[in-house]
């Protein structure tokens, strides 16, 4: 490939529309405001609050710039969500409003006040527009069903019964302890306000089902969808193969114990032994074996046969999951988690090892960590190891903790010294390239 058309080829983010992003937020703080308007008298208070934290939440959605603006792009989610309320006359007056969201989290969520976000990270990982036709509906029937509300609604009730009520006068009176205590007791009651239950799970599942089967989506695109959500969190990334295949030169060689995982009480992340319960409870979508055992008398109730799995725009779909790929990698990056920028960014140069953007990108987050480490600032910008982590990302973080000043310098020069004859007409990576040599010289 000529230098000069690396340029051509090279992905460019969606630039963000703040107008729109403050004219959404506006429509959906007016709905808030309205609902607030209409709590009920009796512990009104204790109602106003939560609600507070979950506008307080939303607005953080949009302070972050997390939903996408790009036009066509939203378009195509409209139309997605216009073929199952066309279908379905009991949502023709639902004030919903569906958005993509920038999150490279495998996930998607009725966040109240009618916001519903589909992630990039999970749209990237579905097969066609049928499974995320459920996911939408799966969504759908959360806010359908009220069910953020009834959770709040059952907190407040619990909150205030005697028998806490009881506790709470029992702590006050305790001579020492009494903050801990109070946060043990109203953690255990909010745990069950702030997720959605098993059984609001599978009763989201079967509306969605409901939904779909009205529509022209093929509804096993439901079991399917669940397949890909129960295997979502595995680790498919042979991580310490993929830094040492991108990041050794003969001038400065891989070394194994940037990899190496500290042990000890101070160093490293901890080791978990398995525990089936426990992996379950740590995955993104926890129970979709079950949930997938409830729902398929539901499907196999109905006709399956002459659906499409993509009724839509199947050509469509498969650009956004391509372009979504990057857009992760970018938003991850313009939100300073400089590790999760980098670990899609290998994820994708296992696909793509030449691509403009991603060889620019991986220089990019180095000679960022080195910038941030010289201004002790790092730690803001990386993740740390954690056992709620994939074993894969973990070694990445440790890699990153492992790596001295001068190692972020040389690593990102020799990396991207490789392919500076090619892309040089590449202004991104020039200035990347600049970046490093001036790193390296220092």
Known sequence: MPAGSAQSLAFSPAA??????????????????????RLPAAYKKDYAAIYQQRWDHIKTVFDKKEIYTEQTAQQYLDALVAAVVKANPVLQDSAFHCYFSRSGVPNASYLGEGLILFNMGLFCKLENESQAAFVICHEIAHYFLQ?????????????????????????????YGKRALVDKLVKGLTFGSRRHSRDHEAQADSMAVELMRHTPFDITGALTALGILDRIDTDTLNTAACLAQLFHAKEYPFREKWIAREEGLLGGHAHLERDSVLEDSLKTHPDCRLRIQLLEPVVNRYQTSGRSANPVDGNKFA??????????????????NYTRSLYHTIALLQQHPEDPYLVTQAGRILNGCYAAQKAHTLGKRIELPSPGFSPGYNLLLQFIQNLYPEDFAAISYYYLHRHVDRLSGYPAFTKAYNTSFHEIKQ
């Open 16 to 37: 963000e529309d703040p107008a729109l992003l403050q004219s959404l937020l506006t429509e959906h703080e007016q709905h808030y405001k309205a609902g607030i308007t």
């Open 319 to 336: 650009a956004l999951r391509h372009t979504f790929a990057y857009e992760i990698v970018e938003y991850a990056y313009v939100s300073d």
């Open 147 to 175: 069910h953020s509300e009834h959770s709040i609604e059952k907190y407040v009730s619990t909150l205030n019964s005697e028998a806490v009520q009881k506790e709470l006068r029992r702590i006050k009176r305790s001579e």
